[in-house]
């Protein structure tokens, strides 16, 4: 049985593709995915099993972030295959129980996903069988308020993930899109975007000439400023 589970071939959803729909209980009630949160970005992200020390660290942080994220429109949605019952003792005892860098008395309030039966850690391709074939990996994903997956970031069972780094990318994401550019490496708000590559020579040759506002290391890469003030401002207006 274990073999065939890890000779099972795993469908794994692309960048820019429509995100797998699916109807699931969860800690907050029933949720019909993506469609119930159509207009807003979503994280949805798994993790392997409750009652786990590295989950349990993600999720008070993730909740401690929860503000932080609403105010990007962003909601979050977590899942693991566990049952519900599972999920509401664990998130109960991380309440009361647990303290952690100064978090404690968190409460999750987002929604935690049954999956006992695995068919939507499936359709995401959460379960890596070669990891785990009965726990999801530490999965996450992007998605657009049209549906659209934008973003996918994989870590293995071991590694807690880099909340700063979440937060950044969905920041970076909306800057793409409301401003048409490119972050670079390393990229936060208020540091120079890079403007995408000159479409004609014409283009190319005003760059060069700096008749338009921006820096041109080359013709084909390009910066310019735009300040935290405006990039946050289109962000929390999206609400």
Same mark, same amino acid.
């Given at each position: 049985?274990?073999?065939?589970?890890?000779?099972?071939?795993?469908?794994?959803?692309?960048?820019?593709?429509?995100?797998?729909?699916?109807?699931?209980?969860?800690?907050?009630?029933?949720?019909?995915?993506?469609?119930?949160?159509?207009?807003?970005?979503?994280?949805?992200?798994?993790?392997?099993?409750?009652?786990?020390?590295?989950?349990?660290?993600?999720?008070?942080?993730? @909740?401690?972030?929860?503000k932080q994220f609403?105010?990007?429109?962003?909601?979050?949605?977590?899942?693991?295959?566990?049952?519900?019952?599972?999920?509401?003792?664990?998130?109960?005892?991380?309440?009361?129980?647990?303290?952690?860098?100064?978090?404690?008395?968190?409460?999750?309030?987002?929604?935690?996903?049954?999956?006992?039966?695995?068919?939507?850690?499936?359709?995401?391709?959460?379960?890596?069988?070669?990891?785990?074939?009965?726990? @999801?990996?530490?999965?996450?994903?992007?998605?657009d308020p049209k549906?659209?997956?934008?973003?996918?970031?994989?870590?293995?069972?071991?590694? *807690?993930?880099?909340?700063?780094?979440?937060?950044?990318?969905?920041?970076?994401?909306?800057?793409?899109?409301?401003?048409?550019?490119?972050?670079? @490496?390393?990229?936060?708000?208020?540091?120079?975007?890079?403007?995408?590559? @000159?479409?004609?020579? *014409?283009?190319?040759?005003?760059?060069?000439? *700096?008749?338009?506002?921006?820096?041109?290391?080359?013709?084909?890469?390009?910066?310019?400023?735009?300040?935290?003030?405006?990039?946050?401002?289109?962000?929390?207006?999206?609400?």
């Open positions: 049985m274990e073999e065939t589970i890890k000779n099972e071939v795993i469908s794994m959803p692309r960048i820019g593709d429509k995100a797998p729909s699916f109807k699931a209980n969860t800690t907050q009630g029933e949720i019909n995915f993506p469609q119930d949160y159509s207009g807003n970005w979503v994280i949805l992200f798994s993790h392997p099993a409750d009652f786990t020390p590295v989950c349990t660290s993600e999720f008070m942080t993730f @909740a401690t972030m929860e609403e105010e990007a429109n962003c909601k979050l949605v977590g899942l693991s295959v566990d049952g519900l019952y599972s999920h509401i003792a664990w998130l109960r005892t991380i309440k009361e129980k647990i303290e952690y860098k100064g978090m404690k008395n968190v409460e999750v309030n987002f929604p935690l996903i049954e999956d006992i039966t695995m068919n939507v850690a499936k359709k995401y391709g959460m379960i890596q069988p070669n990891e785990d074939s009965t726990k @999801a990996v530490r999965a996450v994903f992007f998605i549906g659209i997956i934008r973003t996918i970031i994989y870590y293995p069972l071991s590694l *807690g993930r880099n909340f700063d780094e979440l937060y950044r990318v969905l920041i970076a994401l909306q800057t793409a899109d409301e401003f048409n550019v490119a972050t670079p @490496a390393d990229w936060r708000p208020g540091e120079d975007v890079i403007v995408p590559p @000159a479409g004609s020579c *014409g283009t190319a040759k005003d760059r060069m000439e *700096g008749k338009e506002e921006m820096y041109c290391h080359d013709w084909f890469f390009c910066t310019k400023p735009i300040a935290k003030e405006k990039v946050m401002e289109k962000v929390l207006k999206q609400k």
